[in-house]
């Protein structure tokens, strides 16, 4: 049996119908209620933008998820076709009863420049470990270099780094990561932990490793 929609006259045998309605006119219904502004977080140092898993590279993925955050509570799926730092035009999925419509927005775009927790704790030389390396000077770079790129490939850093006489000092943003790293290469340092503050009635320790590379 045909149906017509009420609105616009369409037949069931030409459009998909949603509810009591085609595709059509309900997606411009939708449409006409979805916001055409968005505020973006920023970061001015890294150029990455903040969505619900954190601050991520920019691209047209990392842009539909915040914006589908900010607009519709991620209830939506947002495909952005092409954008600028001023505007995107993207392809909306809104689910609607247990049904979806699809439509075309152009959205206005704020970024709101800001500095990421990561870029703050670099510049304010936030560590939660300290690495001592010690032993032959070669093994000793080599093993910095190392460590340095376990560290960026898991979203950790160095904040600082000290060349001694005796060898390599490196301050860890990740402590977790520090230990991971140890355990990933069989390594067994000597560790020694120092209070450092109490917070929320919970003592927070910086911890420091001795690693000999004889």
Same mark, same amino acid.
């Given at each position: 049996?045909?149906?017509?929609?009420?609105?616009?006259?369409r037949?069931?045998?030409?459009?998909?119908f949603?509810?009591?309605?085609?595709?059509?006119?309900?997606?411009?219904?939708v449409s006409r209620?979805?916001?055409?502004?968005?505020r973006?977080?920023?970061c001015?140092?890294?150029g990455?933008?903040?969505?619900?898993?954190?601050y991520?590279?920019?691209?047209?993925?990392? %842009?539909?998820?915040?914006?589908?955050?900010i %607009?519709?509570?991620?209830k939506?799926?947002i495909?952005?076709?092409?954008?600028d730092?001023?505007?995107?035009?993207?392809t909306?999925l809104?689910?609607?009863?247990?049904?979806h419509?699809?439509?075309d927005?152009k959205i206005?775009?704020?970024?709101?420049h800001?500095?990421?927790q990561?870029d703050y704790r670099?510049?304010?030389g936030?560590?939660?470990?300290v690495?001592?390396?010690?032993?032959?000077?070669?093994r000793?770079?080599a093993?910095?270099?190392?460590?340095r790129?376990?560290?960026?490939?898991?979203?950790?850093?160095?904040?600082?780094?000290?060349?001694?006489?005796?060898?390599?000092?490196m301050?860890?943003s990740?402590? %977790?990561?520090?230990r991971?790293?140890f355990?990933?290469?069989?390594?067994?340092?000597?560790?020694?932990?120092t209070?450092?503050t109490?917070k929320n009635?919970?003592?927070?320790?910086r911890d420091?490793?001795?690693?000999? %590379?004889?």
């Amino acid at each position: 049996m045909i149906r017509y929609c009420p609105t616009c006259d369409r037949t069931s045998d030409k459009a998909r119908f949603v509810g009591e309605f085609c595709e059509f006119c309900v997606a411009e219904k939708v449409s006409r209620r979805f916001p055409t502004s968005a505020r973006i977080e920023y970061c001015k140092r890294c150029g990455r933008i903040r969505t619900s898993e954190g601050y991520v590279t920019l691209n047209r993925e990392s %842009l539909g998820k915040a914006l589908a955050k900010i %607009l519709c509570n991620s209830k939506c799926k947002i495909a952005v076709k092409k954008y600028d730092e001023a505007s995107a035009e993207v392809t909306v999925l809104y689910p609607v009863d247990s049904d979806h419509v699809s439509f075309d927005k152009k959205i206005s775009i704020k970024m709101a420049h800001q500095i990421c927790q990561d870029d703050y704790r670099k510049s304010s030389g936030y560590y939660e470990a300290v690495v001592q390396l010690r032993g032959e000077k070669t093994r000793v770079l080599a093993m910095s270099k190392k460590l340095r790129n376990f560290a960026e490939r898991r979203g950790a850093f160095v904040s600082k780094t000290e060349e001694l006489d005796a060898g390599i000092d490196m301050y860890l943003s990740d402590k %977790l990561m520090l230990r991971t790293f140890f355990l990933y290469n069989r390594l067994k340092p000597k560790a020694s932990y120092t209070l450092f503050t109490v917070k929320n009635g919970r003592r927070v320790y910086r911890d420091t490793y001795l690693l000999k %590379l004889d």
